[in-house]
């Protein structure tokens, strides 16, 4: 939300009403929530190509000679072992271990970073940071002005992307990102997808933003591309098994708790904001394993949704944390934290409290989906 109060829009507002997009206030910014069927557009991104707007994330630039020594002391992962061009997924957390919010860090140069946040989270990581850089020689700037950001996914994005730059896209893997020319336009072309299919973000000037959106448009009018909106976003996601902040992860969340204590790098050189409180809910999580987060899968028809409880013999064992219809499967399927003594494929008995009715579900393994390489 800007200071005054109002909705932010991207640079792409125009074009997305012309488009005929439903909008919606989300993280303060009137985004595109679908422009048809949402269905349609989900096995769009599966099958053929989707193409979105994802302006609304937080980029904040971190250079300096200390720049690396900074982003290892403010965030868990080890980002100063991150090379030139290639990027890495991480947390930023609070003292106390509880996640502030997941980002991805792109090594844009030796010593320049970009720093990817969620929109909901932009300016608390942003002033996380800049309180973190006291004492380092390095700058924190707030460069969520300076971008906008369009992503192409689904199998048929890296005919589309080819077909209008001559970037070296097979040589770049995933996780990475260089700067290149598409359509004409400078961008930082990335390789780094929140659908769980393989796909490209391309960072550019705003003022360039809708010539590149009509260029990807044209390119892929004979493959199938189509816009999608938060929606679709959602569900494939969802189906990817990826964590949304707010719902997989919150503050009251380490790491640990969540599951993903892979990306806590303990043995990096130096302190970092939390590492106590995180090596002790490391230990406990070895000792007495936390709620697990698991797969559902309904038996039934009807959608579980965030804050559901989950339950087994009478008791409950756990919370709903995101629900939706999957188009891929072709039913309801939701994330959930269980109990470990019911997070195990499988598991009997498992139901989910919809409105006092215990509806059954199965307990699967995540992710739902995962593409044929």
């Known amino acids: 939300m800007s200071s005054t109060g109002e909705l932010r829009h991207t640079a792409l507002d125009a074009l997305h009403r012309s488009l005929g997009a439903t909008m919606t206030d989300f993280a303060g910014w009137d985004m595109p929530l679908r422009y048809g069927s949402e269905r349609d557009e989900h096995t769009a991104v599966r099958t053929k190509a989707g193409l979105f707007d994802l302006s609304h994330m937080g980029e904040i630039t971190v250079t300096g000679p200390q720049a690396a020594a900074l982003l290892d002391f403010a965030l868990v992962g080890n980002i100063g072992g991150v090379k030139p061009g290639r990027a890495r997924y991480t947390m930023i957390c609070r003292a106390d271990g509880g996640i502030l919010d997941d980002l991805i860090v792109y090594r844009l140069g030796e010593t320049e970073y970009m720093v990817v946040a969620n929109a909901s989270n932009a300016q608390v990581v942003l002033d996380a940071l800049t309180e973190r850089a006291a004492g380092f020689d390095a700058e924190v700037r707030d460069d969520r002005d300076a971008y906008a950001l369009i992503a192409v996914q689904g199998p048929e994005s890296p005919g589309i992307l080819k077909s209008l730059t001559d970037a070296d896209l097979d040589g770049l893997k995933y996780y990475a990102g260089l700067p290149g020319t598409v359509a004409g336009v400078p961008a930082l072309i990335a390789r780094t997808g929140y659908t769980g299919e393989d796909g490209f973000e391309l960072f550019v000037k705003p003022e360039h933003a809708v010539e590149l959106w009509q260029a990807l448009t044209k390119a892929g009018e004979g493959v199938g591309l189509v816009p999608c909106g938060l929606s679709c976003r959602d569900t494939l996601r969802l189906e990817a098994g990826m964590p949304l902040y707010g719902h997989e992860l919150t503050t009251s969340l380490t790491p640990f708790d969540a599951g993903l204590g ?63 219809p999957s188009p891929t499967l072709g039913k309801p399927i939701a994330m959930a934290y269980v109990d470990a003594a019911h997070a195990a494929p499988g598991t009997a008995g498992v139901g989910v409290d919809i409105r006092g009715s215990h509806e059954p579900y199965e307990v699967v393994a995540l992710p739902f989906y995962k593409r044929q390489k």
């Open 262 to 324: 892979r990306v806590v790098k303990f043995e990096k050189e130096g302190d970092f904001v939390g590492r106590e409180a995180l090596r002790e809910a490391a230990a406990r999580a070895e000792q007495n394993p936390p709620r697990v987060l698991v797969g559902l899968v309904a038996e039934g028809r009807r959608v579980p949704r965030a804050g559901y409880t989950v339950v087994a013999g009478g008791e409950v064992i756990g919370e709903v944390t995101s629900g939706a």
